[in-house]
């Protein structure tokens, strides 16, 4: 009998990180645990003064690692005869992202050290933290001057959320900081490196992803962005550059072995491969088996896209994209992200804040059901799904929702069934995109909450798209997509595998039941989108006479006004 | 001492009569009595296998007069010990319109027939029946291929709820109540004959009101519209013309005097004067003291706007009004009529169906309360008010409503108030056509109850239009003013007055609360409302490149679709 091998997944939330052990053979989820993360608001440093500030604590993480991993291994121990944790032979890593970290010359987080413990400047900038909006729009105007090509493979604007922004608003900030800070690494390079003991700033294995996503990496320009394009917008930044990296690696590439330390503490065997990290997303997708002509959804409260393309074909710059990195999800494939800025949150708000006599339990299941008795197209309803912005294809923030054909006997039903409908033809509205540039899609796996757990949902997104829409076989997609590149370091020598090709067909899977469009529902759709169209163009492109994208726009700004 | 004397008004309304008994020295209100209607839901005879059927029992309305007067009489008594019904000088009537009734040669309504008591066909057709729809659109149809004067006169659209539409659908669906019926008269025609005797369709004195409003009525194309025409849409109809009037008065005549008979069922004294009947919202605005450069809103679930202009003086045709009658108001006056579909109904539905935990008692004064705390341009919202369709100026019930600007934070009371703020800026573009054809409006008189009872609406107004919104002194000015066309016809030597002018100014007037526009809400609302008109103009109208005219269309001709 062959002895089952396992690898271990590190998934690093927001508020929590899981630890999850896979068997290599078959994705059989062994063993998992979810530590809270203690500090703050639900792990998240907010400053009341600043809504825009979101920090973590990275001593969370390491206490999660510490916690979460002998949970894991303990409940796969009780589950299952064949596992010792002797057979975990790799670690994959993923975390959220853009959260990078100040460190000093050793890579030890500045947070660590008792003068900044209390100091949110000196923990890592979680991907939500928007304090650095100005300075966002400072790169992105910079970009857009000098070096376009930045911008093309990032959507077209420099995010608030990202990099750059984050580190040049504590350069200005901060100076205390910013002095203390020999480098910056994301939560993605960070938790590599400790495991593996190689923290050195200029000698770990930065993430490929998180750099080219979040920090405008591209082999093309030489990597990093230009030191003259970073010294315009301030010569520290410009310093910086030289105390970041040259190079950056994909999740197939171990990032180092588990260190004698760490594999005590946690019981598993030293020397075992650690995976450089990506991000949760992208890994979530390679738990979901990602490969070329596959979508994968990632949906939650927003919805997060990502496909490939094989890095050898030909592919232009797709307007819109968040973003296109090589190898950012699968080495030897261009790694494509899109969004939609809200989904679940519009279903909620829809729930908690309309609804004037409080949320009450049972809300979203009650109005599902009556929502799934309509026929598409009977409520005379439409709605634009911008009630956080348009991040795929529009790229804009300053965009809002809409709702047209009320009538005095419009029900809440019908109303929450066209935001479903909103958020599909959003979907649909970026996989018209990727086919417009060539990357066909053949069909959706979905993950997370709302995929699995609403069939509705999933009905009208293939009835709206025409695509099956598929469901993958694991709740954990992204904790998975770690196992996998953990099992992929391994190599099959020691017991894993040796591609990402290999590892997800052995380890990841989609449910038995899929959603198909039905047809006679689909050709309603077929002519409720170009009505979608006209309105998403009319409001949110200001390419045609008498469009309307001033509305939105001027009511904004008036609101802002009024709210000063 | 002189001795008071009284005016009685007869108010007949959807569900109830209303008898009111005025001093017509000072307009003191000194007995009153409301009569609900016993028939059908609330007094409406309906259909529940044709929504668009609405009926009432004219059997109703005359032991509505027998209930309701003595009623009035015996709290008059109690009230005052000036009053005594001898006292009661004349009688004014208003009604519903239009309201159309078959009845025999000698002017009896079919209904109260044996044979047709079943036959809601037999009936009066209450103006909010429908189910004329189909011949409100060929007549409309055929009036603008060859005369479009008698359209330009009723805003562009001969309507459902109209006396031609109605009793052309009978003539097409039920043969032996068109056989068996005589004539037709309108409610506002058949009171005032019942009262006085005189009921024989062709010696009746027709309400220039309902014949100017409803059937096309002008004297400028001879009175009717032509027996030609009316026999191209069904010969039947056109030989009715023979059977209906060739002249038409205003409400300062008298129908005829007061009959012994009812005299003495009322207690009143017999061979009072009866005047000429007219519509609710007609005598409404009498009584809320109309005049030139006076503006009328009578505000309830919809909205009727009602104002003046000398008979003497040109005035264009102003596109989009509801209609433009000579005398339907006050004799030597134009009475120009607008009105805005839905503006309470919009309230309660965002506070009855939306919610979805069902409306609570006290909602809309929650709301109502938040919404005033919040400022002009605050939520960032913006909507249409076009829950019902566009009375004016779109004059296009296949429109429907908007809300635009919403994000993840919108609150329910930012909707609420964002509805009253759609509901003012179509109240202004209403204004503004008025203003935009020389009719210039110096004041607003506000009657109903949204009017006296929800400050927060009248101040909206105001800030919107920059405006003075001042309320009727009266709560019941519909009764107020057939009060007043009573105390006309008695004539000042009968213990009443002579014009209606004089009348207004001892028995009409306003409350000391006047709603002054806050000059800085204004300006910022003069901000909104460019934006406002953007929207009005996209969705409602083809004038330009962009327009988005198809869209509310062809959501509602597929909603009807899929409704099949």
Same mark, same amino acid.
């Given at each position: 009998m062959k002895i089952a091998k396992f690898a271990l997944g590190l998934d690093f939330g927001t508020n929590s990180v899981r630890a999850l052990i896979v068997d290599v053979g078959n994705g059989d989820e062994v063993g998992t645990a979810i530590f809270a993360y203690p500090s703050g608001a639900a792990g998240i440093l907010l400053d009341p003064k600043d809504s825009n500030l979101a920090r973590q604590n990275p001593a969370d993480w390491i206490l999660g690692i510490e916690t979460a991993v002998p949970e894991a291994i303990d409940e796969a121990k009780k589950k299952g005869r064949a596992f010792v944790p002797e057979n *975990?032979?790799?670690? /994959?890593?993923?975390?959220? /992202?853009?959260? &990078?970290? @100040?460190?000093?010359?050793? %890579?030890? @987080?500045?947070? #660590?050290?008792k003068e900044f413990k209390k100091n949110p400047n000196a923990h890592a900038w979680l991907w939500k933290d928007h304090t650095g909006h100005a300075e966002a729009a400072e790169i992105t105007a910079l970009a857009a001057a000098e070096h376009s090509e930045y911008l093309a493979k990032c959507g077209g604007t420099y995010s608030s959320e990202w990099f750059w922004s984050k580190i040049l608003h504590c350069l200005r900030t901060d100076p205390k900081v910013a002095a203390a800070a020999y480098s910056w690494v994301e939560c993605a390079d960070y938790i590599p490196g400790l495991l593996t003991g190689v923290a050195d700033p200029l000698r770990m294995k930065r993430s490929r992803c998180a750099a080219g996503h979040k920090a405008m990496f591209n082999d093309r320009w030489g990597g990093l962005p230009a030191k003259a394009f970073l010294s315009k917008l301030d010569p520290r930044l410009g310093e910086l550059r030289d105390r970041l990296y040259q190079k950056t690696y994909t999740s197939d590439i171990a990032a180092g072995s588990l260190t004698k330390e760490w594999a005590k503490k946690l019981s598993l065997r030293p020397g075992i491969a650690v995976a450089v990290g990506s991000f949760d997303a992208h890994l979530g997708a390679v738990g979901s088996g990602v490969e070329t002509g596959r979508? =994968? $959804?990632? *949906? /939650?409260?927003?919805?997060?896209?990502i496909c490939v393309w094989p890095t050898s074909k030909k592919l232009p710059d797709v307007p819109g994209l968040c973003g296109i990195v090589d190898g950012s999800v699968l080495p030897g494939y261009l790694g494509l992200e899109a969004g939609q800025s809200a989904? %679940?949150? *519009?279903?909620?708000?829809? =729930?908690?804040?309309?609804? @004037? !006599? !409080? &949320? $009450? $339990? /049972?809300?979203?299941?009650? #109005?599902?059901?009556k929502a799934a008795a309509l026929k598409p197209g009977e409520s005379g309803l439409l709605a634009l799904d911008w009630h956080n912005g348009n991040r795929t294809v529009l790229v804009d923030q300053r965009l809002t929702g809409l709702l047209v054909g009320l009538t005095l006997r419009t029900r809440p039903e019908e109303i929450y069934r066209t935001l479903i409908e909103a958020t599909a033809f959003g979907a649909l509205t970026i996989i018209r995109r990727f086919e417009e540039f060539g990357v066909k899609i053949r069909d959706v796996v979905n993950c997370g909450g709302i995929a699995e757990k609403n069939p509705l949902v999933m009905q009208i997104y293939a009835d709206v798209t025409g695509l099956e829409m598929k469901i993958a076989r694991s709740a954990q997609t992204c904790a998975l997509g770690a196992a996998i590149a953990g099992a992929v370091v391994a190599g099959r020598k020691g017991g894993g595998h040796d591609t990402f090709a290999e590892a997800q067909a052995a380890m990841a899977g989609i449910r038995k039941k899929i959603y198909r469009p039905n047809g006679v529902n689909h050709k309603v759709y077929l002519e409720l989108y170009p009505l979608y169209r006209e309105l998403h163009d009319a409001f949110g492109t200001k390419e045609w006479t008498g469009s309307l994208f001033n509305v939105m726009k001027d009511l904004l700004a008036i609101k802002d006004r009024q709210r000063r």
């Open positions: *975990i032979v790799g670690i /994959g890593v993923d975390t959220t /992202g853009s959260t &990078p970290l @100040p460190v000093d010359r050793a %890579g030890k @987080p500045l947070a #660590l050290y979508f =994968v $959804k990632i *949906i /939650g409260t927003s919805t997060c896209d989904v %679940g949150d *519009i279903f909620n708000w829809f =729930v908690n804040e309309i609804e @004037p !006599g !409080g &949320p $009450k $339990k /049972g809300s979203h299941a009650a #109005l599902t059901r």
